[in-house]
């Protein structure tokens, strides 16, 4: 660990699906604070990605545009580790022992496995009943303390920490107990366009801000969010899909801009066509830079080479040193 980081975090990123402007301001904008003050590993989950998509045609150019995408927003390849997990095979190693720590009935009980054995009922293969064990080997091989995580990966986390307790007890202490990274503060949940929750990669495209979208296509999904005839009175308290409108204008618009439209909105003399013509330039401007950017990075195969083998020294370096640590405790050292 670097002298004065504060600690390991370590977390996977998905290779399917593109980026979006939730995962910019619920993930990505966290990512970039994180690499200043911790020592940081960040993977590309291509492994994690077979266990529901077995076809691998698009697999290079997803990894690709994926890498691209996290570069354009702010992740340093100098100050972190960006790896693929595939490029780390230490990562089989420690899973094939952690999956000796691992019993079948609690794997089947897990949301997830639950939740894709349903969806893909004709492909329930051992690697989607083991996916927490992956996970596990991942974060533990970085022997990370910290792993930032969303609410449906935190039952992954607890059996990471139960995975490492188990190994420890059994061999000696090897792994530290990893958290979820707590900020402190909450996270930004960027709305989706619909008012229908949040933004995701696969919810509804329409409603969804991705940062791969052209100027035309982000002007023409804000035209078309939900609004409504607007307020009759003053001082009208605003439906949850007009409240998402401001929501997205306070992430994007000038504070003075964002200000004008509150008022127009208390005094009951609100446009929504001004507004989401607003909101829509604003975005554009936003979103522009690093589209282009990322579009920039994913055409220079040699520069994301030279990133992929950088990121994957950084991370073989601290998984092998993690591999002779448990070897030595399991007692697998005959010489």
Do not use: W
Request: aromatic fraction near 8%.
């Amino acid at each position: 660990m670097e002298k004065g980081k504060k600690g390991i975090v370590m977390s996977g990123i998905r290779s399917t699906g593109m980026l979006h402007l939730g995962n910019y301001f619920g993930a990505m904008q966290n990512y970039v604070r994180m690499q200043e003050d911790y020592d940081c590993y960040f993977m590309v989950a291509d492994l994690h990605t077979l266990t529901t998509h077995p076809d691998t045609s698009e697999l290079k150019a997803n990894v690709h545009r994926v890498l691209a995408e996290n570069i354009a927003c702010g992740l340093d390849p100098h100050k972190v580790a960006l790896y693929c997990q595939s490029h780390i095979p230490e990562t089989a190693e420690l899973y094939l022992y952690l999956n000796m720590l691992a019993y079948k009935g609690e794997l089947e009980k897990t949301t997830t496995f639950k939740d894709k054995a349903r969806q893909h009922p004709e492909n329930i293969n051992a690697g989607l009943l083991t996916y927490p064990v992956l996970m596990a080997a991942d974060i533990l091989l970085q022997r990370a303390a910290y792993v930032p995580v969303g609410k449906d990966q935190e039952q992954h986390l607890e059996m990471t920490r139960n995975f490492a307790n188990r190994f420890n007890h059994r061999y000696g202490e090897v792994f530290p107990e990893p958290y979820a990274f707590n900020f402190g503060e909450q996270l930004v949940k960027v709305p989706s366009l619909d008012g229908a929750g949040k933004m995701s990669k696969s919810e509804n495209q329409n409603a969804t801000i991705y940062l791969a979208d052209t100027d035309d296509l982000i002007r023409n999904k804000i035209k078309k969010a939900k609004t409504d005839a607007g307020p009759t009175e003053p001082g009208t308290p605003k439906p949850d899909y007009i409240e998402n409108l401001f929501a997205l204008m306070q992430l994007v618009s000038q504070p003075d801009t964002l200000a004008q439209f509150e008022k127009n909105y208390n005094d009951a003399a609100i446009r929504y066509g001004d507004m989401k013509k607003q909101l829509g330039e604003d975005m554009v401007t936003f979103i522009a830079p690093i589209r282009e950017k990322a579009e920039a990075i994913r055409q220079d195969e040699k520069y994301l080479r030279e990133v992929m083998e950088m990121g994957a020294e950084k991370a073989r370096k601290s998984a092998q040193a993690t591999l002779e640590k448990v070897r030595e405790a399991m007692g697998l050292k005959y010489y």
